[in-house]
């Protein structure tokens, strides 16, 4: 049965946020739309694949999908994207610090864009952020370089919540790290983005699983990869049967 709207959690080793996060993201839904949540386990080493299926007894829109191997935040995405029955996908942290509250707002904006343009995602901008300054700083080199490079305005890609249609997710190319380069993506194949502001809350459980100098490296060879994906792309715009 097609659903209004998946959300699509990626986690690993939050054994103690997935639960307060699974009943803040069922009363954000509300109980007038159609909806499954999708937590994908990407291998944790700790709890957090039985407390899910602990809590999925008490949730009946719970969907509860788990990898044998630790693949990173962007096959899990990929993974409850691909399984999700929803038109529309939710996607956050599963770490707590996006705030489930304002899944509606994004939600709300996307279905106002939809109507007059080719919409392709409206992601969150997170204001007044609740890391440490080094985090914070570093964030901060990260998206002006990305930005003058990739010139896909983006000021905040790595704010984890996100809408997008299903379909259109699908169309982008896949690779390890991809769910920072969807703005970029999307931009290639011709759709809208949208940024909204959002909040952002601290950790309150477990630690990162990212590190300042794994994000530096990696994305400078990600960055360079990206622009070779927009250089070589050549897609038609608009497709007419005849």
């Known amino acids: 049965m097609a659903l209004d709207f998946s959300v699509v959690v990626p986690v690993h080793n939050e054994q103690d946020n997935v639960v307060p996060l ?36 008490e949730c009946p829109t719970l969907r509860i999908l788990a990898h044998d191997l630790n693949c990173g935040q962007s096959a899990a995405i990929l993974t409850g994207v691909s399984a999700a029955r929803g038109r529309l996908i939710v996607v956050l942290d599963g770490d707590g610090q996006n705030d489930p509250a304002d899944i509606p707002k994004l939600l709300k904006r996307y279905a106002e864009l939809e109507k007059d343009t080719r919409i392709g995602m409206v992601s969150g901008r997170r204001v007044e952020r609740k890391d440490s300054f080094v985090k914070r700083a570093a964030s901060q080199v990260g998206n002006r370089v990305r930005q003058w490079i990739l010139q896909d305005k983006a000021v905040d890609v ?33 759709f809208q983005l949208d940024f909204i502001n959002v909040n952002h809350r601290p950790r309150l459980h477990g630690r990162s699983n990212y590190g300042v100098l794994d994000r530096l490296w990696v994305g400078l060879g990600d960055i360079l990869g990206v622009v070779w994906l927009k250089r070589r792309c050549r897609l038609p715009r608009n497709l007419r049967e005849i």
């Open 22 to 57: 699974l009943e803040e993201i069922v009363d954000a839904a509300g109980a007038e739309a159609s909806f499954e949540i999708i937590f994908v386990d990407d291998s944790s080493l700790d709890r957090t694949l039985e407390v899910l299926v602990a809590a999925k007894a």
């Open 158 to 190: 790595g704010c984890g919540l996100k809408v997008f249609a299903r379909e259109t997710f699908l169309l982008l190319p896949y690779f390890d790290h991809m769910h920072r380069y969807m703005p970029t993506l999307m931009l290639r194949h011709g």
